[in-house]
């Protein structure tokens, strides 16, 4: 049987968090666009909150379901009983305390953000200086850089589990996956064609 570490998705969304700066850079350029108009902490508030609230909401209460990417799902009843496994390491308190943890790290990473804003006010001089929409694109693009953060954080709890540990783990029951994950994308029967390894014996 196969390593449920060789899940092509685990890596895809892992690979996901390179994408994290590029949004975090595009957020630093929105920020700066414009005069404020508005103290600084309630600026910083707005963009936090759409930020980081939805999706810590939806990982502590019904974290995203992992095997879906680009608003294509698996359907829950395709899953492989490994697979249903790995789902039960993502429905945990621990990964609940790291999505905790990874939005408050995101809000420490938007204050430095905003403290930098001065350094790149005349790079963003080519935008468009009306800071209300600058800013609406920045808490935009700062949700974005936490769905890449929150995300790769997860599966990452998978990666580092014990194969003694995995091979313990009950797969987690059709129903269950249906009620306690969020499922985003229309749902098909495959995404990645899946990795087999054929054993050849002798007779």
């Not at 930098?116 to 800071?131: E, K």
């Not at 609406?136 to 194969?163: C, E, G, K, Y």
């Amino acid at each position: 049987m196969r390593s449920f570490r060789s899940e092509p998705i685990l890596w895809i969304h892992v690979a996901g968090l390179a994408a994290m700066p590029i949004f975090l850079l595009l957020c630093l350029l929105f920020l700066s666009v414009g005069q404020p108009v508005l103290p600084v902490w309630i600026e910083l508030l707005l963009v936090a909150a759409v930020g980081v609230i939805p999706l810590l909401w939806m990982q502590l209460r019904r974290p995203f379901y992992i095997f879906a990417i680009l608003g294509i799902a698996i359907k829950p009843e395709n899953l492989t009983e490994q697979q249903r496994k790995i789902l039960c390491l993502i429905n945990t308190k621990l990964n609940r305390v790291l999505a905790l943890v990874a939005a408050i790290l995101s809000i420490g990473v938007l204050w430095q953000l905003y403290q930098a804003t001065p350094l790149v006010v005349n790079v963003a001089s080519f935008l468009p200086q009306w800071h209300g929409v600058g800013l609406v694109l920045a808490a935009l693009t700062f949700l974005a850089s936490n769905l890449f953060l929150q995300i790769p954080v997860s599966v990452a709890r998978v990666l580092v589990t014990n194969d003694t540990e995995f091979a313990a783990i009950k797969p987690l029951p059709l129903e269950k996956i249906k009620k306690d994950f969020t499922i985003l994308g229309v749902r098909v029967n495959k995404i990645l064609p899946q990795l087999t390894s054929e054993v050849k014996t002798e007779e």
